[in-house]
């Protein structure tokens, strides 16, 4: 089944103490991104990347990294989170080109910072 | 800074009617403008794009019409169904593989 998974699913964790959430895709895409999603805020992109090794910002990326090293995964890293990063967190892949914007979405990840 | 933002937040229509979702964007160098749903715990699924180029898009239902002179977008859907009533969020591209959404608009179909 063509799938983007994450994990965990849900998190409680402290504040400073470092994070991965994981991001997996099977479909072959080039593209993948990280968005967090706030009440009264919408989604936010946090970082994206084109294809293997290549990784940009996306609008709220303070806080965050990402790696690209493997093609199927794109794991988002919290060196030190803060309680200002608890929010649902959505990972997304997709072909390149003009169906970058075809974006399959992960089941989310809700992370709470205390 | 850049910003995608929708005229309604909420909108709720009978079963069977039409609907129309609105959204004014501000970049005008955004080349494509997308529609995604989000049913209730899930992620956002992706309904339609258009390219700037286009002023009309059809999909199954759907209709995307884009008015590059006021900055708008809109999404209709046709005979909309129970199975519709969800969170739809427009998009806009201002660059590259860059993606700003809209805050969404709740629509709720009644039976």
């Known amino acids: 089944e063509a799938q983007v998974t994450q994990n965990p699913r849900y998190l409680i964790t402290v504040t400073g103490k470092k994070l991965t959430v994981t991001c997996s895709q099977n479909?072959?895409?080039?593209?993948m991104s990280w968005y967090r999603q706030d009440p009264g805020l919408g989604l936010r992109q946090i970082y994206y990347?084109?294809?293997?090794?290549?990784?940009d910002k996306g609008d709220v990326p303070e806080g965050y990294k990402v790696s690209r090293k493997e093609k199927r995964n794109f794991p988002l890293i919290l060196e030190s989170p803060s309680p200002n990063q608890t929010s649902l967190y959505f990972c997304?892949?997709?072909?390149?080109?003009?169906?970058?914007?075809?974006?399959?979405f992960g089941p989310g990840t809700r992370l709470t910072v205390t | 800074g850049e910003s995608v933002g929708l005229h309604l937040p909420t909108l709720s229509v009978q079963e069977g009617d039409n609907s129309i979702i609105n959204c004014a964007y501000s970049n005008s160098a955004s080349d494509y403008f997308i529609w995604y749903k989000q049913e209730s715990g899930k992620g956002p699924q992706f309904i339609i794009d258009?390219?700037?180029?286009?002023d009309k898009r059809q999909g199954q239902r759907v209709t995307v019409l884009l008015n590059k002179t006021v900055k708008h977008l809109s999404l209709q859907i046709a005979a909309t169904q129970p199975g519709d009533s969800a969170v739809y969020f427009c998009?806009?591209?201002?660059?590259?593989?860059?993606?700003?959404f809209g805050q969404g608009t709740e629509l709720s179909v009644k039976p």
């Open positions: 258009i390219r700037s180029n286009m």
């Open positions: 990347s084109m294809n293997v090794e290549v990784t």
């Open positions: 479909m072959n895409h080039e593209y």
């Open positions: 997304a892949s997709s072909l390149s080109g003009s169906k970058r914007y075809e974006q399959y």
């Open positions: 998009a806009e591209t201002p660059q590259g593989g860059k993606l700003i």
